[in-house]
Every structure is written in C-alpha cells, then in structure tokens.
C-alpha cells in the first residue's frame, strides 16, 4: 500500500514533509524488489544534496543500488538505528526505516514529485 500523506519520486523513494524537514526513504515497492537489505550508506550530517543528486547505497541480497535525493537540501539527521538493523527497511520502510531528514533548501521543489496516484501508477505500469 502507498501511504496518501506522502510524495514519491520515480526512483522509489519517499518524502515525509513537516514544515521545512522532509524525512526521506524507500518505499515497500523498492524494499520488495531488492530483497533482504544487509547494508545502508547515508551520507554525514551537514552536506548539502541537490534534487535527484545520489545520497547514499543500499546493499541487498541481490544488489547494490544508489540511493537519490527527491529534494535539494541539507542533512541534518541520519536513521541511527539502520546500520545496526539495515532490515528496518525491508520490515518498517515507511516508519522505523526512515533513511534521512533534510532541511528543504526549495519547498516548490515538492510540485516536481509524484502524488499517491501518481507513483502506484509508476509501480502499476512496471
């Protein structure tokens, strides 16, 4: 199921927006295509991301893929608890294995991502 209060990029991952912080991750699609995830790399607390710029990896089971910044900002917090528990993704990809909030550098830049509707229709068409 694709949460309705979020936004989506068609790289599979996902903003939560409070104000000018956007908590950011995969979605299950993405979670269920790689498989048993084994390892994830986030960037440092402090850089700067430009919108579609690559932050970070995911390793799997059965393979590494990059991970891409749906919106420009900076980071100002990482999800402690994956690189301990990178399973997190897989079994909570919307909650408890949220990847990293970033203050929203351009908030107009969220009209560029794809409503609820938009991205199972992404997924729908393969």
């Not at 694709?2 to 991952?13: A, I, M, Q, S």
């Not at 699609?29 to 430009?50: K, N, T």
């Not at 609820?116 to 068409?125: K, N, T, V």
């Amino acid at each position: 199921m694709v949460p309705p209060d979020l936004r989506y990029t068609k790289d599979h991952e996902w903003v939560r927006l409070a104000a000018d912080e956007a908590t950011v991750g995969i979605t299950a699609f993405a979670a269920e295509q790689l498989g048993d995830i084994v390892f994830v790399e986030l960037p440092a607390i402090g850089r700067s991301l430009a919108a579609a710029a690559t932050f970070g990896v995911v390793e799997s089971v059965k393979a590494v893929s990059d991970l891409y910044a749906p919106l420009s900002g900076e980071v100002v917090e990482i999800n402690p608890a994956l690189a301990g528990q990178p399973e997190l993704v897989n079994t909570d990809p919307f909650g408890a294995g949220w990847m990293l909030k970033l203050k929203v550098a351009d908030p107009a830049e969220v009209d560029a991502l794809l409503d609820p509707a938009g991205y199972d229709q992404l997924i729908a068409e393969g």
